[in-house]
């Protein structure tokens, strides 16, 4: 079984540019979640979502942030424009969220560097 | 709101040692908890699950417990190895479906 796919790996932009990175959860799942980890903190949850529908994204900052997962499958989280707090590792995870079985499964995440 | 704190913060020990990761929650009406294993650069491996219902969970050398009423669940590594070094998250999920993180155990495992 295929696990959560990200890309770019690593990303380089300066301040005030934009940025957009992808996410292809595991086929089926319903639920897809962004993450934004900032060196040695927790994962802090931005956006998620149940097939496309958000359900929860109090924590994204929606001045800048965006996200949309079309037709219930990939995901793209963007930032317009950038600002050089936002250098972090970017985590997707998936989960099946079907007959109870909830264990979530996360991508190998996307560094962003913002300069 | 759920706030997740893992202690300790960092652990060194010597390899064949067992170890306790603590993590301790504040809103004991979840529905599951999620031990994660993070190495560096990496994004996050699930260790294990433990359902609400459940008290503890085994996996080879692990060993999660949880009381949800005390908002505690325990990790526990035995005879540990230099390739357990790595920082290890839980994260609980309330029954409103979000996921919360604690800030991680970082390990260290000296042959």
Redesign the interface.
């Known amino acids: 079984e295929a696990g959560v796919a990200q890309s770019p790996r690593y990303k380089i932009i300066e301040k005030r540019q934009s940025v957009a990175f992808w996410c292809n959860p595991i086929s089926g799942h319903a639920t897809l979640y962004w993450y934004q980890q900032i060196l040695g903190q927790g994962p802090k949850l931005l956006i998620q979502f149940q097939n496309n529908g958000v359900v929860d994204d109090s924590q994204l900052p929606k001045d800048r942030f965006s996200a949309e997962r079309l037709k219930g499958v990939d995901s793209t989280l963007k930032i317009q424009p950038a600002k050089l707090e936002d250098s972090a590792v970017y985590l997707c995870a998936s989960s099946l969220d079907r007959g109870g079985n909830t264990e979530a499964f996360f991508g190998q995440g996307t560094r962003l560097t913002v300069v | 709101k759920q706030e997740?704190t893992?202690i300790p913060a960092a652990l060194s020990v010597p390899e064949g040692e067992n170890l306790v990761l603590n993590c301790s929650f504040t809103d004991s009406a979840i529905?599951?908890l999620?031990w994660?294993r993070q190495d560096p650069?990496?994004?996050?491996?699930?260790l294990l699950?433990i359902?609400s219902s459940q008290r503890e969970q085994t996996s080879g050398r692990l060993n999660a417990s949880l009381d949800k009423s005390s908002g505690r669940s325990t990790l526990y590594i035995a005879a540990s190895q230099p390739g357990d070094s790595a920082t290890y998250?839980c994260?609980v999920?309330n029954t409103g479906?979000?996921?919360?993180?604690?800030?991680?155990t970082s390990l260290t495992v000296i042959p």
């Open positions: 997740v893992q529905y599951n999620q994660f650069g990496k994004g996050l491996t699930s699950l359902q998250l994260a999920r479906n979000q996921f919360y993180f604690g800030t991680g």
